[in-house]
């Protein structure tokens, strides 16, 4: 039997992995949340784990009374989810949001592991912020890192079977979001239900927000240039609104291989957990005579601020992406807690690549204080 712990496990993607556990027998032996102590005990009790992280250390207490007739150990902090992250399994997810996803990947690649070791990875601030770090523990390592979002799943899809120096580029397919094809001033006056409301995907308040301003699409080009040792050169992003096609790769000889399937994350996170094998997957299957027409257009750089910054961030390499991510983080906080404007988050991205130093990535410890400097410069912005 396999085993895996998940951190993030109350979000969409940490439930829909669950579901995939049940389906094929993965025992969970530790879970973590951030701040969702009622769903997080629920879970460890169904699924027997030996020790759960609640994040959010107002909300232990909470949780030790809702697990006081058991036996499973409380961990809180980052000190919680790193320790979860090293635990002796087969599989660890990594589901969280935001750079808090960092330390616990890293924790999981330096644990010692007795057992056959994987990364099914979610979290995208991983390889954005700190990927070349990352990326070099797991060659050192010699764990695979394998990917949950459905794009580079698809991308990886792609590649099974082929020799990959013969690669050409990928094409990274984005939904658009719920603001595709609108101007720049027709963004300025965006409401929070407005960007909230998805026209394909199910997600947390934060990575919608970020779909809609395309910054999603811009942090997962970095992450494929990380995951697959691309160039910028290499990678075409195509706003594809049906969600049907979730990227593609086009070899030397010109022959484009796509992965299609229903916009359901199922798919991706079972093929990350079971890869290779390929198995009945709790999801419905694709027909193309019901979704019948399939649309492709070029992203509007021009008027979505944040993909822009992205794409220019990893251009410049060092310490510009995590500093475009972390800004970004609180940009979006800010927007919804209603103090700035919609508009106003990709300004202040793109303000980051104009005012702020770059740095040369040689440790760790220089990913988070980038993060901290752009966090404090996104504040000052929104002040």
């Known amino acids: 039997m396999k085993t895996m712990t998940i951190i993030g496990s109350t979000g969409s993607i940490g439930t829909q992995a669950l579901e995939v556990a049940k389906k094929h027998n993965i025992s969970i032996t530790g879970l973590a949340a951030n701040s969702n102590a009622k769903v997080l005990a629920e879970q460890a009790v169904k699924f027997g784990v030996k020790k759960v992280c609640i994040f959010n250390e107002a909300k232990i207490r909470e949780l030790e009374r809702l697990l006081e007739n058991t036996n499973i150990e409380i961990l809180t902090g980052m000190d919680g989810l790193c320790e979860i992250a090293s635990m002796d399994v087969n599989i660890f997810l990594n589901s969280v949001v935001g750079m808090v996803g960092l330390k616990p990947t890293v924790a999981a690649l330096e644990a010692e592991h007795t057992m056959d070791f994987r990364i099914a990875l979610a979290n995208k601030e991983t390889l954005v912020a700190g990927g070349e770090i990352v990326m070099a523990l797991s060659k050192g390592k010699n764990i695979p890192i ?5 794009e580079h799943s698809a991308v990886f899809q792609c590649l099974q079977g082929n020799k990959r120096e013969q690669l050409k580029k990928i094409i990274l397919t984005a939904s ?9 001033a027709e963004l300025e006056n965006v409401t929070i239900e407005q ?3 998805h026209p394909n995907w199910s997600m947390g308040q934060k990575i919608t927000v970020d779909s809609a301003t395309l910054m999603n699409k811009g942090l997962e080009f970095i992450e494929a240039i990380r995951l697959f040792d691309l160039e910028p050169e290499q990678i075409e992003i195509v706003v594809h609104r049906e969600s049907v096609v979730h ?5 030397n000889d010109c022959s484009v291989i796509a992965q299609m399937g229903v916009p359901d994350m199922k ?6 957990v079971l890869y290779p094998d390929r198995v009945d997957c709790p999801t419905k299957p694709l027909s193309l005579t019901d979704i019948g027409t399939l649309s492709f257009a070029r992203p509007d750089l021009e008027t979505f601020d944040c993909l822009r910054a992205c794409i220019e961030a990893v251009k410049m390499g060092g310490t510009m992406p995590a500093m ?18 919609f508009s106003q988050i990709g300004r202040i991205a793109l303000s980051v690549l104009e005012e702020l130093k770059n740095k040369e990535i040689t440790c760790l410890m220089d990913v988070f204080e980038a993060d ?3 966090r404090e410069f996104a504040k000052t912005k929104i002040n």
């Open 146 to 150: 394998y990917p949950v979002d459905s």
């Open 176 to 184: 658009g979001g719920p603001f595709f094809g609108k101007t720049k």
């Open 195 to 197: 960007a909230l409301n």
């Open 247 to 251: 990227s593609a790769v086009e070899y």
């Open 267 to 272: 798919i991706p996170i079972q093929y990350a």
């Open 324 to 341: 475009v991510n972390g800004a970004n983080e609180v940009a979006v906080s800010a927007f919804l807690a209603g103090k700035i404007g």
């Open 372 to 374: 901290n400097v752009a």
